[in-house]
């Protein structure tokens, strides 16, 4: 655990504005040429209940969270201020302060707001004793008395942060840009006096006898702090996707969201619709009208959009759907990641039912993922899916802002010109072959398809078998062969993807290590920091974050597992589902495979997997401390 | 240039354009009442000035479902009950296209009912045809959300007891712009009602009476009807809310009676469709989104462009 790195943790409760004061602050920290990791955590309440993010600062490349942190700025809830006598809530006041300590890395900094905070709850904490036991530096400051002071109560959040700056020894002039780009007038007035105070004040009353200081950093170019849902919204735009359709659900909303507020202002169109059925349909009629279109959803709501994948499947009609996983089943824990609908979105909708699923394993990939589900719905006119969860979705890292500079691509892919329809082969019956069938002349799958309202190319897109001009056709050989045609399309996905792109799979630690560490989707960041840290204390670890689902990058796997003797699979589920994917797929190395699985709503951390790998594959024989689990493969 | 010639194509259209060349013959029973709709719909768009690749049917599940599968133009066969949310997104997509819908009753008031209620709400412009035998036509007679009280079949052997739906009421408590019912055994009726349903700016439902001989041979569809524009009995203003309102009830009530009275019985002259409202509010593109693929000179606005505030 280095201790170049500030990871600050602002704690509240939900409504108290916790989420903009840290956003502000960690684009104050990103600006000062610090790399930025965040993390949040909140609960399923609108107002009160405890919620928190973490903002993790260093002047070196940060993937995850980390483990711990060591400064907190506890508000205190003040929407839990007046429940009833013996209301369930009654005691969230203290929650900022109290549920968080366990965390807090020893040397850390304590800021608490002894305005909100009752002197006799925080007498139960025994603070005085356990700050002694862990080195630990408290400071009680009235931040909501400074707040009200200058005018709002609402303004203690920047007396936090005027009180954080000050003792980390920060300058104020990048918070106080920011204060200025985001607000005016008044507000803006009373917001950077009480900033100003609060700094001054914290600098005059106090020694600062801790360690934790604001590190040092500089980047080679302008950045941008962005988050997964960001990234997948912006990998659409620039793919030329203009409508959307949806029905809220969290985690996927924050997509929704994003997209309904910049698609009208691009000349896209967006629809929230009645039920997920409906969203999935209208992303179905828009594509098959000839826009790039997609849909979403979260487990629960997915699981209606079953019906309308496979209706696009049949019909050949492009369709990009993306699943934000949180812990189910049924509504589970709405705001707690998990990875566990992976199953259910490889393998849901009746029939031999095929689709691409690609599983990003960090912000930028969930740019370019998203890019090439458009690119593979459109060439192969295929339903393909991004799955990701609430971590990935919630998250925000800082990126290089040239990351984003690049070509759009609205290409409408497999898909002909007038021209090209009139030079296109039609049946007797003046019908356009819309599913061509003949190997020959389709030996990739992909039979390309012409617009209602082109001149040439009517045909019937039916949900059922069909004839090539569409029409429904129980016939056996022509079942055979679009059945046959369908499923080369996913061979050729595949043949594309390890031809002619960089793999989509990452890489990490010591190419020669005997002992790996396997990972998908949203715990790739942290399984790579946890390898680094392996190696450099001295052992020889190698990783891989897997994304390719399906088609499943067969080859690369069977390579990596060839390669060492034992691997450790790590997932946050508990039914171990992606470890039973590789298994399927490849059919052996099960003696090879141990699962560790997380699955109390918390994403892993680096250190626990740190401890997991020492356990299982370095010999240590102690008991995990974190809620863990280890699972041998069948065959182990 | 368009990329969709097809559209807005000025020439004269012969109602056999809309007749599939060798194949495939309709697969409905003799007498079924689906090929009066089927009749009405290819006499209708000719006279409305629609080629048969500028026209978009989209069906659900059921013998009514197969409709496109049996006219020729540009159509898509869903899955049970998803038909609206696809034609409208297919409209909003391509403004410029012909979209009717259709599907049967149980298909668009059962299954699909909540989209229904939702496409009426919003006043889509589009044209949707419920094909009403009050009976599951493919599935083998079973009883239909507009099946009369004490309709007996094989899953209801005690018979029904409930109340059947009442389409044109829930239409127009729903929000649909235009609404009528008509019936197979009428065609001339039918075709103009299809006509001005296509012309209408709005939701156009047309509940849409259709015998089935095969599973319903009770349903009173092939008594006398009464056309209520005709009737001098029934002089009511199809723009009146209330009237309307009034009307359906009594029709709904007669129908299983033994009465059928057909025609129009709301027209909304007043209310923009969704998607003029929509473009009022700047939140639907002018021009058809579909034709910016095509545009070669079309600047492409990119994500790049929004990353100002991420800094
Ligand atoms: C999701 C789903 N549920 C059930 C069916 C089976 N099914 C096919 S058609 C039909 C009912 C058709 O009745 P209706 O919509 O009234 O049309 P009709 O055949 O009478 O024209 C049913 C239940 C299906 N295809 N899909
Ligand atoms: S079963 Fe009824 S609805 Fe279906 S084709 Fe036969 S007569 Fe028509």
Redesign the pocket.
Known sequence: MTDDELIWRIAGGSGDGIDSTSQNFAKALMRSGLDIFTHRHYPSRIRGGHTYVEIRAAGHEVQSRGDGYNFLLALGDSFARNPKEEAVYGDEEIKPLSENLDELREGGVIVYDSGLLEEDDVAELNLEERAEENDWHVFPIDLRGMAKEHGREVMRNTAGVGVTAALLEMELDHIENLMTDAMSGDVLEANLSILRDAYEMAQEEYEFEHDVRAPTGEHDEEQVLVSGSNAIAYGALDEGCRFIAGYPMTPWTDVFTIMSQNLPKMGGISEQVEDEIAAAALAVGASHAGAKAMSGSSGGGFALMS?PLGLAEMTETPLVLVESMRAGPSTGMPTKPEQADLEHVLYTSQGDSQRVVFAPGNIEEAYDQTRMAFHVAYEYQIPTILIYDQKLSGENKNVDESFFDREPNPSLGSTLTEEELKEAAHEATGKFMRFQSDPDETENGVSPRSLPGQKGGRYLASGNEHWPSGHIAEDPDNRVLQMDRRKRKIESIRAELDEEHDSQQTYFGDDSADLGIITWGSQQGTVEEAVERLNDDGHSVKGIGVSDMMPFPEQEMTEFLESVDEALVVEMNASAQFRGLLQKELGRFGPKLTSMLKYNGNPFEPGEIVEGFEIRLGGDSAEPTAQVRFEPAAGD | MSAFNAIGEEREIDRDEFTPGNEPQPTWCPGCG?FGVLKALKQALPEVGRNPEEVLTVT??????KLNSYLDSYGFHT???RSLPVARAAKLANPELEVVAA??????Y??GGNHFIHTARENHDMTYIV?N?E?????KGQT?PTSPKGHKSKTQPSGSAKTPIRPLSQSLNAGAGYIARTAAVNPNQAKEIIKEAIEYDGFAHIDFLTQ?PTWNKDAKQYVPYIDIQESDDYEHDINDRAEASQMMFETENKLYEGEVLTGRYYVDDESPSYQAEKQAIGEMPDEPLVERYFDEDYEWERSYDLLDRHK
């Open positions: 019906e | 689906d659900g599940i059921g013998c009514s479902g899955i049970h009950g599907g049967g009753d149980g298909d668009g059962g299954i094909f035998n009976v599951f036509g493919l599935t239909s089935c």
